[in-house]
């Protein structure tokens, strides 16, 4: 068998709507297209289209 590569094009945003001196919340989304080879698509019902909704949480304080 030979391999074959799968490309994706990933784009997403995150609206930070908590923020404070040692860190931040936000709201995100994410959207992915697949490209796969010919030989793959049968089985996928052609290239798909995914997507995420996610909380993103981040902090960090430093210093004493």
């Not at 297209?33 to 960090?60: A, C």
């Amino acid at each position: 068998i030979d391999p074959k590569w799968v490309t994706a094009l990933t784009a997403g945003y995150t609206y930070d709507f908590l923020k404070s001196e040692t860190g931040k919340m936000g709201l995100g989304l994410s959207i992915t297209k697949n490209f796969l080879p010919s030989e793959f698509q049968s089985s996928y019902g052609g290239n798909p289209i995914s997507g995420r909704v996610f909380v993103q949480v981040s902090g960090m304080k430093m210093g004493p």
